[in-house]
């Protein structure tokens, strides 16, 4: 039997390169921080939430690709206006297909669209761009989301061959999340918004009142970024939970913890809420 070969130190030194741990995920390790210095936070505010706002259960608001035009549209404007702007494409560019119903669900904050067939995205990504413009006009920013519109229906085509993203509902979450942000103008937001309320899939989406809310209440550290905070997210929360803290979030954003004014006395969470005491558990 042949004697083993004996490790020299730079065999040693290699193997433990080898083994260098990899950096923490700043996620995880602010979800076990905030689960060691603030006990039941996230159990607390989701209950909490509960009691004004309802479990709301998830249902398909829209096919993957007119959800993800509806949410450009609403991309710094309100959502009737992108409604409005939505309903346009549909009356400029209609396409014959079978009229979809929109089930806006209770974190929309428009009127819900009209039943109609979604637009001819062709005839969209085709048309004379000053022509968009004017289409799109009554969404505002219809300058800027008239081309971003554009690009994306290309960029989607070009990859697929057509305009349809029902083959992300057999991926992954984080994979279908990372094909759609490698796309042109599409961040993690945009992203998870569509597959959330189109696939139903366990992702947050963070819009100004999730980020308002949660930092107020100290879910997420003040000074991070909405794109880095949808990561927290997701280490904080269990998947079930994920479609529920999306709409309560939003909903609380809107009605109770406004930008200017929030209703504090009237508020479940302010016994938690670090922004009426900053000492709160
Ligand atoms: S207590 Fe006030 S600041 Fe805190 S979440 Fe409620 S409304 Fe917002």
């Known amino acids: 039997m042949p004697a083993r070969a004996k490790s020299t130190p730079a065999k040693r030194t290699a193997t433990k390169k080898r083994k260098k741990r990899r950096p923490p995920d700043p996620a995880r390790t602010w979800a076990r921080r905030l689960d060691r210095t603030r006990p039941n936070l996230v159990a607390d505010v989701l209950a909490g939430l509960a009691t004004i706002h309802g479990h709301p259960t998830w249902e398909r608001r829209l096919d993957p690709t007119s959800e993800l035009i509806l949410t450009i549209l609403t991309q710094n404007s309100a959502d009737t206006n992108a409604e409005r702007a939505f309903e346009s494409l549909r009356d400029a560019y209609p396409s014959g297909l079978t009229p979809e119903r929109h089930i806006p669900g209770p974190g929309w904050g428009g009127v819900g669209l009209s039943d109609g067939a979604p ?106 970024t909405a794109d880095d905070a949808h990561d927290l997210f997701l280490a904080m929360l269990a998947p079930v939970e994920m479609y529920e803290s999306h709409v309560n979030l939003i909903r609380h954003g809107r009605v109770i913890c406004h930008a200017r004014n929030p209703a504090h006395e009237i508020c479940p969470l302010r016994d938690r809420c670090r922004f009426v005491n900053p000492k709160a558990p």
Do not use: C
């Open 119 to 224: 637009p001819d995205w062709a005839a969209v990504e085709f048309a004379p761009v000053q022509e968009l413009v004017e289409v799109i006009r009554h969404g505002g920013l219809a300058n800027q989301k008239a081309p971003r519109l554009q690009s994306t229906l290309r960029s989607i085509r070009e990859a697929r061959g057509d305009y349809s993203l029902e083959f992300l509902g057999a991926m992954a979450p984080l994979e279908a999340r990372a094909w759609l942000t490698a796309l042109d103008g599409i961040g993690k937001k945009t992203a998870s918004v569509l597959l959330m309320f189109s696939f139903g899939m366990p992702l947050m989406a963070v819009d100004r009142h999730v980020e308002r809310v949660s930092k107020r209440v100290g879910l997420i550290p003040a000074k991070t």
